[in-house]
């Protein structure tokens, strides 16, 4: 996407949140009760804001509950994998920091002996 295009563009990582949590839940006052634990009107305005900020309509709104359009449907997989992309690089940039430190395993056998070197190949 052209730098121009960026310019005023105000897509914040919580509107994937409450997009992936509306998704899910197939409710924006389940997603705003259950997982985002925020009203309910303040969770209709963020999507109406995110459908604005991106051009399309991303859901129906219905008389129980909400469905995705075909537009709804590919943005939450982008959504989603937007979402895991930023886990991982906090991971990454937190192993980074602190790195984990070498590790040394010993094991042993406990039972009987084998029978010489070929025991284990079933020549023994």
Same mark, same amino acid.
């Given at each position: ?23 899910? @839940?197939?409710?924006?006052? &389940? ?13 209709? =305005? ?6 604005? @900020? ?25 959504? =989603?994998?937007?979402?895991? !992309? ?8 937190? =192993? ?15 039972? !009987?002996?084998? &029978?010489?070197?070929?025991?284990? =190949?079933? @020549?023994?």
């Amino acid at each position: 996407m052209p730098l121009k295009a960026w310019v005023g563009f105000a897509l914040e990582l919580r509107h994937l949140r409450y997009f992936v949590a509306v998704a899910e @839940e197939g409710s924006l006052t &389940n997603a705003a009760e259950r997982r985002l634990h925020t009203a309910q009107p303040s969770l209709s =305005r963020q999507i109406r804001d995110l459908e604005l @900020e991106i051009g399309v309509k991303l859901l129906e709104r219905k008389a129980r509950g909400i469905a995705l359009t075909a537009a709804g449907r590919v943005f939450l997989d982008h959504a =989603r994998l937007a979402l895991m !992309q930023i886990e991982v690089a906090c991971e990454a940039a937190r =192993r980074k920091e602190k790195p984990e430190k070498p590790g040394f395993v010993i094991g042993f056998l406990l039972g !009987q002996r084998p &029978n010489g070197p070929n025991a284990y =190949r079933g @020549e023994g």
